[in-house]
């Protein structure tokens, strides 16, 4: 009901009182029927404001989403903070993966479910993007489930360009901080599996051992298929193990440094002919495969053991 309408019914319940050859029963009904219209428009009024506020809520963190049917699933990750790094006593533990520091991440985000599989990308080059570049499988076949390999970090970032552009949203690689956040999910061990990984919840050399189980396991040799072991507290697969995975930042020798932000944001000061790699690999030894082991490589390279993981601004 338009306010106009509002204006009329109440300068007509005002102009019965100046009418009084009007019996007093049609006043009272007038007035009434007046009052039930702004009861209306009120109740109206407010439906549309809480579909407004529906309208403009952003997912639960662990919700998971596709932005559109060949897009990577993702899931929705909760703000807050954790120390990054290791403490100087983890086994395994290098220089560079110090000194600890506090990050907050003050906004939800979204990251994928999974590495980035063969299918996603050549879905991507089938519609036109990635420059075309079909990455070899290594011959180790299931290439649609098994995560992408043979991407240089630039060519990562052709991926981002062809899904942002696809489905108007904001897709990118995680920063440093984002993908230690989400590979602790709330643990301050070096895996998020505890004190020690074995290979039924990870893929790597398992010839190597770590922690205190001292077990030995399997060494497949080759990546497997994307969600083959459980995933970790915030939903998320193979974040220790499978494939390196591109993050977005620059190198940097430690977490001591000019321009190091403790937001979240990637770091881009610093070495930016190095471009970071986490996660550890399928023929890695499993100290490797910490939450807090740090990697490098040249952005322009590419390997049969490096992949990558989408994160998206909500």
């Not at 020690?196 to 030995?216: E, F, H, K, S, V």
């Not at 995933?231 to 190198?251: I, R």
């Not at 996660?279 to 082991?293: E, V």
Request: charged share 20%; aromatic share 12%; hydrophobic share 35%.
């Amino acid at each position: 009901m338009s306010s106009g309408s509002i204006h009329e019914l109440m300068a007509l319940s005002v102009g019965l009182a100046m009418k009084p050859v009007l019996s007093l029963t049609v006043q009272v009904v007038l007035i009434l029927l007046g009052i039930l219209s702004l009861l209306a428009f009120a109740r109206d009024g407010l439906q549309f404001f809480v579909l407004e506020a529906h309208a403009g809520d952003t997912r639960e963190p662990g919700a998971v989403f596709r932005d559109c049917t060949d897009c990577p699933e993702m899931v929705v990750i909760r703000a807050g903070s954790f120390t990054m790094g290791s403490p100087e006593g983890e086994e395994g533990r290098t220089n560079n993966e110090g000194p600890q520091r506090y990050v907050t991440i003050a906004k939800p985000f979204a990251v994928g479910r999974f590495e980035v599989t063969f299918a996603e990308w050549d879905a991507c080059v089938a519609d036109g993007g990635c420059n075309g570049y079909r990455p070899d499988d290594n011959g180790w076949g299931r290439r649609g489930a098994r995560p992408v390999i043979n991407v240089s970090w630039y060519d990562a970032q052709a991926y981002m360009q062809w899904i942002s552009t696809k489905t108007g949203k904001t897709y990118r690689l995680l920063s440093e901080a984002e993908w230690e956040y989400v590979a602790r999910a709330s643990t301050i061990t070096p895996f998020y599996t505890g004190e020690t990984i074995l290979t039924d919840q990870a893929n790597y050399d398992g010839t190597y051992t770590y922690g205190p189980a001292r077990r030995r396991g399997e060494y497949r040799k080759q990546t497997v298929a994307v969600g083959s072991f459980p995933p970790n507290a915030f939903g998320l697969y193979d974040m220790h193990g499978n494939v390196w995975e591109w993050c977005q930042d620059a190198w940097n020798n430690s977490y001591d440094g000019p321009g190091r932000p403790d937001d979240g944001r990637p770091w881009l000061s610093g070495n930016s002919r190095l471009r970071v790699l986490r996660g550890g690999s399928w023929g890695n030894n499993p100290q490797d495969l910490r939450s807090a082991t740090r990697n490098y490589d040249f952005p322009t390279d590419r390997a049969i053991s490096v992949g990558f993981r989408l994160a998206s601004t909500l």
